[in-house]
């Protein structure tokens, strides 16, 4: 097990030989296991990878469903975002639109702003208009959400139904001014 020296060899050529491989197999073999278990390692995200719902950094971006079977999804089209409302129970609340603000995806709270292109225009903002959404408690499996909705004895406020421009929909359609009583629960799917 000790390496041998000879009375000539100098002090650096000793050091050198103490800690040189005596299996140049063996250490060979160890490097390719370290460098692969490090590359498999850096290759994974610790806590989820780009398409996996519980990425380290949640986001609106997705697939979310109720437990009353209702849902939205909100992906990335040619133009920024589509932003589309789907309740089987009820064909006519479903809508859908282009997202026309720029909100950050990633916070806990936010809201949209979409201009409306499909409607079921009975219980949904009509076609052509603006309307907003507001979400809270963004976390990696869960959120919650909602159109803007008001209503004053029973009565929906004309806001209900969208607004003719962007700016008025974001001045009136505001938790401040009575909409978004209720969020909904939705889990990412």
Same mark, same amino acid.
């Given at each position: 097990?000790?390496?041998?020296?000879?009375?000539?060899?100098?002090?650096?050529?000793?050091? =050198?030989?103490?800690?040189?491989?005596?299996? @140049?197999?063996? =250490?060979?073999?160890?490097?390719?296991?370290?460098?692969?278990?490090?590359?498999?390692?850096?290759?994974? %995200?610790?806590?989820?990878?780009?398409? !996996?719902? %519980?990425?380290?950094?949640?986001?609106?971006?997705?697939?979310?469903?109720?437990?009353?079977?209702? #849902?939205?999804?909100?992906?990335? =089209?040619?133009?920024?975002?589509?932003?589309?409302?789907?309740? @089987?129970?009820? @064909?006519?609340? *479903?809508?859908?639109?282009?997202?026309? *603000?720029? @909100?950050?995806?990633?916070?806990?709270?936010?809201?949209?702003?979409?201009?409306?292109?499909?409607? #079921? $225009?009975? &219980?949904?903002?009509? $076609?052509?208009? &603006? &309307?907003?959404?507001?979400?809270?408690?963004?976390? %990696?499996?869960?959120?919650?959400? #909602?159109?803007?909705?008001?209503?004053?004895?029973?009565?929906?406020?004309?806001? *209900?139904?969208?607004? %003719?421009?962007? $700016? !008025?929909?974001?001045? $009136?359609?505001?938790?401040? *001014?009575?909409?978004? !009583?209720?969020?909904?629960?939705?889990?990412?799917?």
């Amino acid at each position: 097990m000790f390496t041998r020296f000879s009375p000539q060899e100098s002090p650096e050529r000793r050091s =050198a030989a103490r800690i040189a491989p005596r299996r @140049p197999a063996a =250490a060979i073999a160890l490097a390719v296991l370290t460098a692969f278990a490090s590359f498999a390692f850096a290759g994974c %995200a610790l806590m989820g990878g780009e398409d !996996d719902p %519980a990425a380290a950094v949640p986001s609106v971006v997705g697939t979310w469903v109720s437990s009353f079977g209702d #849902g939205f999804s909100l992906t990335k =089209a040619d133009a920024g975002y589509q932003f589309a409302y789907v309740s @089987p129970s009820y @064909p006519t609340s *479903n809508y859908g639109g282009i997202v026309v *603000n720029e @909100p950050d995806l990633t916070a806990t709270a936010g809201y949209l702003t979409i201009h409306v292109t499909e409607s #079921g $225009e009975v &219980y949904a903002p009509l $076609e052509g208009t &603006y &309307y907003v959404l507001r979400w809270e408690e963004l976390g %990696a499996r869960g959120i919650k959400q #909602g159109g803007a909705g008001k209503y004053t004895n029973g009565t929906p406020a004309p806001g *209900n139904a969208g607004l %003719a421009t962007r $700016e !008025d929909a974001e001045a $009136e359609l505001t938790k401040e *001014n009575g909409y978004f !009583d209720v969020l909904g629960p939705y889990e990412r799917q």
